[in-house]
């Protein structure tokens, strides 16, 4: 199933996010513990606190728009990592990679904090800023 093209808003929803993530100074991650051993000896990990603005993010990138449910037949992961390939992907490819990007945290803790910190998204969202329409 094709996602309901973004509007223009939608993608002025994203781009504001552009100047939060990337200030200087901020960092995604405000809490991550180590994982703590209960006194029945069970050990209990801990997951990253995330900045509410990295949280309203990708709540906002998750939003069926932005969504491709077809994304993990394609090498997202490769191609979210090489900025040249961002730097030329079409819309369609730019949805699979906020999909991937979105969905990455359900499988490793953190993924939201590495993606933001090794500039994956700002490689996204600058991306999406010469594909906005006009």
Known sequence: MKSAAPTGADFDELLGYLPVLYREGFKPVVLC???KKTDKGVVVMSWPKY???VIQFFSAAARECWSDSNYTSKNIGAMICDPEKVACA????????????????????????EIIEGGQVRNILQRLKELRPL
Do not use: N
């Open 33 to 35: 513990g180590d994982g």
């Open 51 to 53: 900045e509410e603005a």
């Open 90 to 113: 079409t819309l369609q490819e730019i949805k699979s990679m906020l999909t991937w990007c979105v969905r990455g945290e359900r499988f490793c803790d953190g993924h939201w904090g």
